[in-house]
């Protein structure tokens, strides 16, 4: 084990030796223990050549961690800035394992406590509650919803702007799981198999009627419309995404098989309208408490004996168990959603 380090000359001998005892104790017995970093005033490494430099911008988080020693507030102090990581993140997510297991004493917690004391803590931080990013969501969007509740949540994850999501989305942007078949496909291509595979599973035939509800920027009606020579309709209640879509519909000169427009599914007009319907990942929004209102329109507006494809997130488990991660998709992964989840458990 070796391990050096540089002082910031505004850091007193003890807050500098205090913060050393903190992280050491916090990380003890990690398996792939990395350098640290506390602001400017402290670099410790716990091994010759560590994967990753776990950065502590506040160390407010240090005395949260003694108190709760919870992986949950790493991820975040990861979302505000308070944290980062330089080097590999996939060896720095073992953090996540390490503090699931991980328990302090009162003695340890007394201890640790004292030393806290000794460290500056910004006006952001320290041992008041925070005031999360998950609570700042949840006060913005009750989970009752409505039409409007579920209008406001989709606007505030979707509305970022188009060129956000053309970042890091396939060139199809398709929101979802890719389906790879094989070890060397990139993300394009994975996203045309899954495409392709959907329309292979709803059979489609041309001159049928295909309703896609969550259209997101219109990859499907517009691969199912080029591809199978389908008449597609898809609906969204993202303003960004029907822009998006309604200008790709016009560049690929589609505008005789293809529409879209800004809708709730509830508000889904006609009787046996389509012929095939498929929802892709917009299952996770309608909430445990639709679920008999959103399959009730689903079956009104498909013809009989037509094909529904309903694609969403599902678990290998019968019910919802609190853990690190179920907590993790509830605050920040559905956050509007929440509730399902313990009603599903109760």
Known sequence: MSHHTTRDRTVSPDGYAAALRILRRLLAGIERPPALRLGDMLLHELESHPEYTLIIRDPGLLRRLVLRPDPLLLAEAYFRGTIDIEGDLYTALGLKAHFEK????????????????LLRVSDQDGLKPSRSLASRVA???????????????ISFHYDVSNAFYG???DAE????CGYFKATDDTLDQAQCNKLEHICRKLRLQ????????GCGWGALVCWAAREHGVRAHGITLSQQQLEYARERIRSEGLQDLVTVELRDYRDLEGTAVFDKVSSIGMFEHVGLANLAAYYAVVQRVLR????FLNHGITHDEEG?????ATEFINRYVFPTAN???SAISS
């Open 304 to 307: 009989p004996g037509g094909l």
């Open 139 to 153: 006060r913005r969007f009750s989970h009752r919803h409505s039409r409007q509740t579920d209008q406001a949540a």
């Open 102 to 117: 991980f328990s302090l004493s009162w003695r340890d917690k007394l201890a640790l406590l004292r030393d806290a004391l």
């Open 173 to 176: 942007r398709v929101y979802s």
């Open 339 to 341: 509730w399902t989840a």
């Open 167 to 169: 970042l890091w989305l």
């Open 320 to 324: 919802w168990n609190r853990t690190v």
């Open 206 to 213: 041309r001159g049928e009627r295909l309703l896609d509800i």
